[in-house]
């Protein structure tokens, strides 16, 4: 008999029945919906698949956003709810700001090119634990444990990690220091991100000699956030254990040509590098340690004339501050001039005519000058004959 190469088809014999499977696949339907809004991609996760770094995780993120930035949309003064990160930068800034990012060394920029600037962006990142770097740490770690819940647990472990970020806490935003700010400095650092639309809670604090007790700095860096600190203060702090190096998510470095081996930040850099490093290495149970876990340090410096001084000052600037890359951004590199060439300047001159009394001056200092040099060529002809006699 010829075979019936018509697939069957399971019909149900009930009205009932057929309620139930419809309402199953409703059901399912739901819960994928669910679970794809939960983890916010448009594709989920497949098990087995190889789980992302957590850098590149936030370098690209941070890249989208930083493209959503170049258009510089209007701000809304009033009502900042979730502006972007980082606000309205230049290309070649935000270029710098994502090779920082991605891993930590010292940036070196032209003068006036935008130091406070691309320091406010950075602020501003760390300080937003919405939509910064507190925010997509915990993203990406979600996520990690996502692909490594779906390829052991399978669908229990989906929705146990599920439930859990319903249910989790306000974020808190990270620790960070930042040094070497002049009080002007500081002054343009909360003049531009006021400018921005930055809310009040994301500004830096200030900490000064008046701000307080150690007791009163514990109880601020406990809540978190970005501090413009000055060295000695903060050395003071970590000295007598105000401010512990395992709860220091990291420090932003200004003006880092004045960084030696003898100086206040060096040793500040040096405390905080190996006791974190000792902290995450006994305090975590996994054997494997990423980047974030072990802090960063990001330097910036605006004065290249600087760092050509003396012998091998740059190799010496980088062991001071415990870090290997080195970021150039002159103003003939391709970004930076094709950014300036877009709006050339402008130059105008302007002829002043002299006074009637400035140009007697004027005619009286050529004719000193021409008699000086009749002297000097005179004499410079007598000598050549006394020596020829």
Not at 259 to 276: C, D, G, H, N, P
């Amino acid at each position: 008999m010829p075979r019936n190469n018509k697939k069957r088809r399971h019909v149900p014999t009930t009205t009932s029945d057929a309620n139930a499977s419809s309402d199953a696949r409703n059901k399912r339907a739901c819960q994928r919906s669910s679970e794809e809004n939960e983890r916010g991609h448009d594709s989920e996760v497949k098990p087995g698949a190889s789980m992302p770094l957590e850098k590149d995780v936030i370098v690209e993120e941070v890249t989208v956003k930083l493209a959503e930035a170049k258009s510089c949309p209007e701000i809304d003064h009033e009502q900042p709810e979730k502006p972007s990160i980082p606000v309205c930068l230049p290309a070649y800034l935000a270029e710098a700001f994502g090779d920082l990012l991605e891993e930590d060394g010292l940036l070196v920029l032209g003068r006036g090119m935008g130091l406070l600037s691309l320091l406010a962006a950075f602020v501003r990142f760390y300080a937003d634990a919405e939509d910064g770097y507190a925010a997509m740490i915990e993203e990406t770690k979600w996520v990690g444990n996502e692909t490594l819940g779906g390829s052991n647990g399978g669908e229990g472990a989906t929705q146990s990690s599920s439930s859990a970020m319903l249910q989790k806490e306000p974020r808190r935003p990270p620790l960070v220091f930042v040094l070497g700010l002049r009080e002007a400095e500081r002054y343009s650092l909360l003049s531009t991100l006021t400018a921005w639309g930055t809310p009040p809670h994301l500004l830096p604090v200030e900490v000064t000699n008046e701000s307080g007790q150690g007791k009163d700095r514990s109880l601020l860096y406990r809540h978190g956030g970005v501090f413009l600190i000055t060295s000695r203060i903060l050395i003071v702090d970590l000295l007598t254990g105000v401010a512990a190096p395992k709860d220091i998510e990291g420090i932003l470095v200004a003006h880092a040509e004045s960084v030696t081996e003898q100086s206040t930040e060096a040793f500040i850099l040096r405390i905080y590098r190996t006791q974190k490093r000792w902290a995450t290495h006994h305090g975590s149970s996994s054997a494997v340690t990423s980047k974030t876990s072990l802090g960063f340090v990001k330097a910036l410096s605006d004065n290249p004339n600087s760092l050509m001084a003396g012998f091998a000052k740059v190799d010496k600037i980088l062991k001071a501050l415990y870090v290997r890359r080195l970021y150039l951004y002159p103003r003939f590199h391709e970004s930076v001039a094709s950014e300036l060439e877009r709006t050339p300047p402008q130059v105008t001159e302007l002829h002043q005519q002299l006074t009637p009394k400035m140009k007697e001056i004027q005619n009286a200092i050529a004719a000193a000058v021409q008699v000086s040099i009749f002297i000097e060529v005179s004499a410079t002809s007598f000598t050549r004959s006394v020596i020829a006699i």
